[in-house]
């Protein structure tokens, strides 16, 4: 929409001429951001989209009903995921290795697991093996109660940093 000779100009006029679009507009590809500086910016970054996933907050909002040896599945790329957990319609323990081993999150990424059921808990064994979680102890997830996890790329661990109960 042209805007006319000696009209009044509004905001609505303005974004109607200057936003006028037909299609979305897009990139497909790798952006960069540099720093001619390093010492006073902080240093570059080369994949803007992967950082912007990494600082994203993965929250599930209904909570995951789970069966006997059962597996969770974390986003690769988010550093703060939140999941809640129940068991389906009796207290379960899940799978010894509770993430998989094939889809794996950022080194030192941070996992909360969060109970959703008195009656229906969620067990997360103590298992020190490759993809295993390392806990003062099992952890037992009632209503409210909290877990959480560091995962370490080095030792391949989900490392147990708090818990609330």
Do not use: W
């Not at 609505?12 to 790798?30: C, H, L, P, Q, W």
């Not at 996933?53 to 703060?80: G, T, Y």
């Not at 323990?93 to 990424?109: H, K, R």
């Not at 808990?121 to 806990?135: A, F, P, Q």
Request: aromatic fraction near 8%.
């Amino acid at each position: 929409m042209p805007i006319q000779f000696k009209s009044r100009l509004s905001s609505s006029i303005a974004n109607e001429t200057f936003m006028d679009r037909t299609v979305d507009t897009s990139t497909i590809g790798k952006i960069s951001l540099l720093n001619p500086d390093d010492t006073t910016h902080g240093s570059t970054i080369d994949d803007v989209q992967l950082e912007i996933n990494k600082s994203k907050r993965i929250v599930n909002i209904l909570p995951e009903s789970l069966e006997d040896s059962d597996q969770l599945e974390l986003n690769q790329f988010s550093m703060s995921q939140y999941v809640k957990v129940q068991g389906q319609s009796a207290p379960v323990t899940i799978n010894s290795l509770p993430f998989g081993n094939t889809i794996t999150p950022q080194d030192y990424s941070e996992i909360v697991l969060i109970g959703y059921d008195d009656a229906n808990t969620v067990t997360i064994e103590h298992n020190d093996v490759d993809y295993g979680c390392l806990l003062n102890g099992n952890a037992t997830l009632q209503r409210g109660f909290m877990l959480v996890l560091i995962y370490d790329n080095n030792l391949l661990r989900y490392i147990e940093k708090s818990r609330n109960f």
